[in-house]
């Protein structure tokens, strides 16, 4: 009898092991599945909303510089795709889908508080970051347009577009769809470097250097925490704005003037933003965990770690996130 039991112990074994190794391979698939529909949903709305922008832009400098028309198109065209994205219209059968996976989802004031803090702080930390690489790295200095022989009023309109194109498709397409569902496959910690990896190789149009690379990734960790701790896309839009005015306004347009230090030396400055990148990322740090012991996204982080974790939202939208 005890032959005959070793027997179909043996005879088990290695059907259990080729059904361990069939679901591991099952699992693995899946995740890999995940991350390329997250990435081409995220650069399809990337491409449709900037697409968009850019033409409107070049159109409109070519046939009428004087009458700034391409922000009041945008600005429609940018209701249409944030409207569809929430779950509006056709076809109904991906409504819901498509509202979970933006996750706009209304957050209390408190929050936005402390995202912005957060946030404020992060860019602070991200353009000493950014200056000292340009001290210590060759790079290439990101092309900005020559504005000077356009009105003022075609100035402030594109500029004002301009810093919510890229923030509204940026926080859709990354922290939204791509996020959400990778968050479904793998811990909040490696769907995030997923979804921040993503978002620095969508710059790649800024050239191929790891240090921009490398600020862009950091960029995207920033706006991606508020996003999971929040489970909403809106805290973000801001702070995007912000670190968009910040860089286009007070950072890039002196790149091109950057010394390396390897030649010239180190100068005061130079200390003062390696001080402050420092400095500002300890700050930002102390937000976000601050951040996270907000009611609503401690009960976030609460769900994640509990079966049905997808299944929290309608709970915390009964429980007062909105003030």
């Known amino acids: 009898m005890f032959v005959g039991l070793r ?19 099952s699992i693995v698939s899946d995740r890999i599945v995940s991350v390329v529909w997250s990435a081409t ?6 491409a449709f909303g900037q697409g968009v922008w850019a033409g409107l832009l070049i159109i ?28 509006k219209w056709w076809p109904a059968s991906t409504s819901d889908a498509r509202r979970r996976y933006l996750r706009a ?9 402390w995202t912005l803090l957060a946030g404020v702080l992060s860019i602070a930390a991200l353009t000493g970051y950014w200056i000292v690489l340009f001290s210590l790295v060759r790079m290439r200095a990101n ?18 577009m301009a ?48 240090p921009k690379l490398l600020v862009y990734f950091l960029a995207g960790v920033v706006f991606a925490l508020p996003a999971y701790l929040t489970k909403s896309t809106l805290p973000t839009i801001p702070v995007h704005i912000l670190a968009d005015l910040m860089f ?46 907000i009611p609503e996204a401690a009960l976030a982080l609460r769900a994640d770690r509990m079966p049905g974790q997808n299944e929290w939202k309608p709970y915390l939208e009964r429980s007062g996130t909105k003030k």
């Open 7 to 25: 027997a179909r112990e043996r005879w088990h074994q290695p059907q259990i092991l080729n059904m361990t190794t069939m679901k591991s391979l």
């Open 163 to 210: 810093s919510l194109v890229s923030p509204l498709t940026e926080e859709a397409a990354f922290r939204g769809y791509c996020q959400v569902i990778l968050e479904r496959k793998f811990p909040a910690a490696t769907a995030i470097t997923i979804s921040s990896v993503l978002f620095a190789l969508a710059h790649l149009t800024q050239g191929f250097f790891w």
């Open 143 to 160: 092309l900005l347009p020559d504005l000077s022989k356009y009105p003022l009023i075609t100035l402030v309109l594109v500029g004002a």
């Open 41 to 46: 949903l995220a650069l399809l709305i990337l």
């Open 105 to 113: 989802n209304s957050v209390s004031g408190r929050t936005y508080a």
């Open 248 to 293: 286009f306004i007070l950072v890039w347009p002196h790149d091109a003037a950057r010394h390396l230090i390897w030649k010239s030396g180190a100068d005061v400055w130079f200390y003062l933003h390696a001080l402050q990148a420092i400095i500002f990322t300890f700050l930002a740090i102390l937000a976000f965990r601050r951040l996270a012991k």
């Open 60 to 87: 409109n400098r070519r046939t009428s510089p004087a009458i700034p028309w391409c922000p009041i198109v945008m600005a429609f065209v940018l209701w249409l795709m944030w409207s569809y994205l929430s779950g």
